[in-house]
């Protein structure tokens, strides 16, 4: 444990010292000298940010109730306490019993955003656990890694010990169990690595390595150990009403992101949107029955006294049995004041039932996100809606008393024009109009229309893995036309940082070459990349021209159909055909259905079984 007298002192000079200090109602802490496998799950952010994080709740009651196995949280000191921590010489520890995080077996690391990576870099070095994987022994824990990043691993192969492709309640036990025999036998650290890639999912870096040709492009990945697969298979979890989820939640001392009981409906979408990596890498579309939801909501608000209840998926109108869930929800708690929210609604599955039973509670703004300003490019995208169902649905909200509305774009969209962005103005404009040409007597509240603009970052495994992403040039004339098109108080136009979307793009789509240039990132100062007030570009370039990283080879080049991609020795289930033949579909602006209408021959039914599959 750390010097607790230290501790008090660092306390009393922070900002919200509630992040640092534990003991929250549901948090569970063991004796770790009575455990055999200690594990730190490690959020690479602020407590407000990962305390926000379904995963984190998940996994951690998962392992707690293993009578061997703890579990603790550590998340990312805020620059004021790492200052404090410094100062004093205290290292980065656990909130349950505030133990440095170098005395544990596992320290696991969720991989939610690309930019979170010189965080693990910091966390590792508070730690006082070696950056470079080749440089830990037997005294330092494994760090191991997972989460949607996970699916491009190579940019952190070097400092990462073993990444976990895809959905974690099974495999980490696994894990956790080999470590348990492992350390009865007091093997060596590669005998334990070796033993883990076996099982299916598990990816250990240290075990390939990767030729390139002379233009920079990957030669080929060659497992350099006998017995590792060529292949790495994502695990999924195929059926979640057996799946675990935990009862309770930890419910924290101060505001964090989402002050809710999240209830996970579904996993996987059947909508094929060519931008969307989570809906290509969570294939197949796994339900909850309404029966364990309705019992996992009830355990769940009586346990945490939260009053909003959030059906969370990649697209929550979806649910084939949605309003009657969301009716038997309201009937049940409608007297106790709890609402019922969806984090964002699809415009052609919108419901007036659904929102007249989800407003009964209280009214919250609605988010919808049609991500491009015209037909044309929504089908390039294979968006699926049109203008009609967005003035329909927009309608339909202003009539039943809402008057906050936010709408996602995406600019930068393969294909783009300028008639496709000044398509986002237009639609702000229609819909404050449809408000408006409502009589005033029915006009209710203040109208506040949000359109919000995110630069496109082509990712793994979609259909748009092989575009180049627009410049930071092209991405600021394209912010600046909008921002001078879009003069009207009651509407407002948020946009993303190009700077930080370019570097996103780089580190999505690298290869292993890249760590040393995120390393050098770190050196100069970088952390908290995500935050605007931190993020330091300037610094990332000096670091990408130090370690002679072309940013524009990444971000910006279009790739060919037969290059070997640094990510290509997963094995999501949705085949490389398929997403060719996506990106073709895209080029003629072709639509491909809703696979829950037919089977699109995606792959994920020859590769898993389980849900519409």
């Known amino acids: 444990m750390i010097d607790m007298d230290k501790f008090d002192k660092v306390l009393r000079k922070v900002e919200k010292p509630a992040r640092y200090i534990g003991m929250e109602k549901n948090s569970v802490k063991k004796d770790l000298n009575k455990v055999k496998v200690k594990f730190a799950f490690a959020f690479p952010d602020i407590y407000e940010v990962g305390m926000s994080h379904l995963g984190l709740h998940i996994l951690y009651n998962l392992i707690n109730e293993g009578e061997d196995f703890a579990c603790e949280r550590v998340f990312a000191p805020?620059?004021?306490?790492?200052?404090?921590?410094?100062?004093?010489?205290?290292?980065?520890?656990?909130?349950?019993?505030?133990?440095?995080?170098k005395n544990f077996d596992f320290v696991g690391f969720t991989l939610q955003y690309e930019m979170s990576y010189t965080n693990i870099i910091n966390m590792l070095h508070l730690g006082e656990i070696p950056i470079l994987s080749k440089y830990r022994d037997e005294n330092d824990p494994f760090v191991i890694a997972g989460g949607p990043c996970a699916y491009n691993p190579e940019p952190i192969a070097d400092i990462i010990d073993l990444?976990?492709?895809?959905?974690?309640?099974?495999?980490?036990?696994?894990?956790?169990?080999?470590?348990?025999?492992?350390?009865?036998?007091?093997?060596?650290?590669?005998?334990?690595l070796k033993e883990v890639s076996k099982i299916e999912g598990v990816y250990v870096p240290e075990f390939y390595q990767v030729r390139y040709n002379e233009d920079g492009?990957?030669?080929?990945?060659?497992?350099?150990?006998?017995?590792?697969?060529?292949?790495?298979?994502?695990?999924?979890?195929?059926?979640?009403?057996?799946?675990?989820?935990?009862?309770?939640?930890?419910?924290?001392?101060?505001?964090?992101?989402?002050?809710?009981?999240?209830?996970?409906?579904?996993?996987?979408?059947?909508?094929?949107?060519?931008?969307?990596?989570?809906?290509?890498?969570?294939?197949?579309?796994?339900?909850?029955?309404?029966?364990?939801?309705?019992?996992?909501?009830?355990?769940?608000?009586?346990?945490?006294?939260?009053?909003?209840?959030?059906?969370?998926?990649?697209?929550?109108?979806?649910?084939?049995?949605?309003?009657?869930?969301?009716?038997?929800?309201?009937?049940?708690?409608?007297?106790?004041?709890?609402?019922?929210?969806?984090?964002?609604?699809?415009?052609?599955?919108?419901?007036?039932?659904?929102?007249?039973?989800?407003?009964?509670?209280?009214?919250?703004?609605?988010?919808?996100?049609?991500?491009?300003?015209?037909?044309?490019?929504?089908?390039?995208?294979?968006?699926?809606?049109?203008?009609?169902?967005?003035?329909?649905?927009?309608?339909?909200?202003?009539?039943?008393?809402?008057?906050?509305?936010?709408?996602?774009?995406?600019?930068?969209?393969?294909?783009?024009?300028?008639?496709?962005?000044?398509?986002?103005?237009?639609?702000?404009?229609?819909?404050?109009?449809?408000?408006?040409?409502?009589?005033?007597?029915?006009r209710q509240g203040n109208l506040k229309v949000t359109l919000s603009a995110s630069c496109f970052v082509p990712k793994p495994f979609t259909p748009?893995?092989?575009?180049?992403?627009?410049?930071?040039?092209?991405?600021?004339?394209?912010?600046?036309?909008?921002?001078?098109?879009?003069?009207?108080?009651?509407?407002?136009?948020?946009?993303?940082?190009?700077?930080?979307?370019?570097?996103?793009?780089?580190?999505?789509?690298?290869?292993?070459?890249?760590?040393?240039a995120i390393i050098k990132a770190w050196e100069k100062g970088c952390k908290f990349d995500g935050w605007s007030e931190k993020f330091k570009y300037d610094k990332w370039i000096e670091a990408f021209n130090e370690t002679g990283i072309d940013g524009d080879f990444f971000a910006l080049r279009e790739r060919e159909i037969d290059e070997v991609l640094p990510w290509d020795f997963i094995n999501t289930g949705v085949t490389k055909e398929y997403l060719i033949k996506e990106y073709e579909k895209a080029k003629g602006e072709e639509l491909t259905r809703d696979c829950r209408l037919g089977c699109t021959n995606c792959g994920i039914n020859r590769n898993f079984t389980g849900g519409v599959c």
């Open 464 to 516: 748009f893995q092989w575009v180049g992403q627009d410049s930071i040039e092209s991405f600021n004339k394209k912010i600046d036309l909008l921002k001078k098109n879009i003069r009207d108080r009651k509407i407002v136009f948020n946009y993303h940082d190009p700077k930080l979307s370019y570097l996103e793009a780089i580190i999505a789509r690298g290869d292993r070459r890249l760590g040393k």
């Open 217 to 442: 492009t990957i030669k080929a990945m060659e497992a350099i150990v006998e017995g590792v697969p060529k292949t790495i298979k994502k695990r999924i979890i195929r059926d979640l009403d057996k799946a675990y989820f935990p009862e309770k939640l930890i419910v924290p001392y101060i505001e964090t992101v989402h002050d809710r009981i999240p209830l996970e409906i579904f996993r996987g979408c059947t909508r094929g949107c060519r931008f969307c990596q989570a809906g290509m890498i969570y294939r197949p579309v796994r339900e909850k029955s309404i029966g364990r939801l309705l019992e996992l909501a009830e355990e769940l608000q009586k346990n945490t006294g939260y009053e909003d209840i959030s059906l969370t998926s990649l697209s929550s109108c979806d649910y084939s049995e949605l309003p009657l869930l969301i009716s038997k929800l309201m009937d049940r708690y409608e007297d106790k004041k709890v609402g019922v929210s969806l984090p964002s609604l699809r415009l052609d599955s919108f419901s007036i039932d659904v929102l007249k039973e989800i407003q009964k509670v209280r009214k919250t703004g609605l988010t919808f996100a049609p991500e491009a300003g015209s037909q044309r490019l929504r089908d390039v995208i294979n968006k699926g809606v049109t203008e009609e169902d967005l003035i329909n649905a927009v309608g339909y909200a202003f009539k039943e008393g809402w008057s906050n509305i936010k709408l996602y774009f995406m600019i930068g969209l393969p294909t783009e024009t300028e008639e496709d962005l000044l398509g986002i103005r237009d639609l702000g404009y229609k819909v404050k109009d449809i408000f408006f040409r409502l009589p005033k007597e029915k």
């Open 78 to 101: 805020w620059v004021d306490m790492e200052e404090e921590m410094i100062k004093e010489g205290i290292p980065l520890f656990s909130l349950e019993n505030r133990e440095p995080v």
């Open 163 to 192: 990444f976990v492709i895809g959905e974690g309640e099974e495999v980490i036990l696994e894990i956790l169990e080999a470590y348990k025999e492992f350390k009865n036998r007091k093997g060596e650290r590669k005998e334990f």
